[in-house]
C-alpha cells in the first residue's frame, strides 16, 4: 500500500513538473521571442500615445483654421487682411515690411 502510494506521488509530481516547466517555457518564449514580445508592445505603446498627442494637436490645428476660415469667408476685406498678413500679397506699386524678432521670426498679433 505504501509503495503504491509513492508511485502514485512520483507520477503526480513529475506531471505537475511537466506542466510547470511546460508553462515556464511558453511563458519565456511569449515575453522573450515571440512577435509580440514585451519590448515590441512597450515601443508599440509609446508609438501610440505619441500619436494620440499628435492626433490632439492636429484637432486644435483644425479648429483654429476652421474658425478662421469662417471669419474671413464673407467679407471682403478680411479676405484682403488675411491675404496681406499670411501670405504677404500686396498691390502694385506697394512696399512690404516685415517685422521680426531677436530669432528673426516674424512678428504677428
Do not use: F, Q, R
Given at each position: 500500500m505504501f509503495r503504491f502510494k509513492k508511485q502514485l506521488l512520483d507520477i503526480a509530481n513529475n506531471k505537475y513538473r511537466f506542466y510547470t516547466l511546460t508553462f515556464l517555457g511558453l511563458f519565456i518564449w511569449m515575453l522573450f521571442f515571440d512577435a509580440n514580445d514585451i519590448f515590441t508592445q512597450i515601443r508599440m505603446y509609446r508609438e501610440l500615445a505619441r500619436l494620440e498627442d499628435e492626433r490632439v494637436y492636429y484637432v486644435e490645428k483644425l479648429k483654429a483654421l476652421e474658425k478662421e476660415r469662417m471669419e474671413?469667408?464673407?467679407?471682403?476685406?478680411?479676405?484682403?487682411?488675411f491675404a496681406r498678413e499670411k501670405y504677404l500679397m500686396k498691390k502694385p506699386k506697394e512696399e512690404i515690411f516685415v517685422l521680426v524678432d531677436e530669432e528673426n521670426q516674424p512678428i504677428e498679433k
Open positions: 474671413v469667408m464673407g467679407n471682403k476685406k478680411l479676405i484682403e487682411k
